[in-house]
């Protein structure tokens, strides 16, 4: 469990760097006010990290849930609902910080398929070789 969380939050944190470097409607702002829970925010580099870490976070514990509650759909849609739902998280994270901003559906698209695809791939990068 802790593997994946760590992964998970490793593709956060690169999936939403690579966003903002390669999509134009992804961008990561400084707001003089920024702060969580009484640390400040004063770089794009710290807001990237938290958000990378809320993405991990929310992608251990609160997508299984979500998948469980639409599985009729993801069967009807052969899986695509799936993306669907990560799409939905992301935009969740736009809506809740205020240092983040996703364009409407293109580099929400994006955004949401570069982060699933390195969540995809990382985990491979930290299996448990077995004897």
């Given at each position: 469990m802790v593997r994946k969380l760590i992964s998970q939050i490793i593709a956060g944190i690169s999936g939403l760097a690579l966003a903002i470097?390669?999509?134009?409607g992804v961008k990561v702002q400084v707001i003089p006010?920024?702060?969580?829970?009484?640390?400040s925010l004063t770089a794009?580099?710290?807001?990237?990290i938290l958000l990378g870490i809320v993405f991990g976070i929310?992608?251990?514990?609160l997508r299984p849930i979500l998948n469980t509650i639409?599985?009729?759909l993801r069967i009807i849609t052969l899986g695509l609902f799936s993306l669907v739902?990560?799409?939905?998280?992301?935009?969740?994270?736009d809506l809740i910080f205020q240092e983040i901003t996703i364009g409407w559906f293109l580099p929400l698209l994006w955004t949401t398929i570069i982060i699933w695809g390195l969540s995809?791939?990382?985990?491979?990068l930290f299996k448990k070789k077995e004897k």
């Open positions: 470097w390669l999509i134009p006010d920024s702060s969580f829970f009484g640390i794009n580099w710290h807001i990237i929310i992608n251990t514990f639409t599985i009729p739902i990560n799409m939905a998280i992301i935009w969740g994270v995809i791939i990382l985990p491979t």
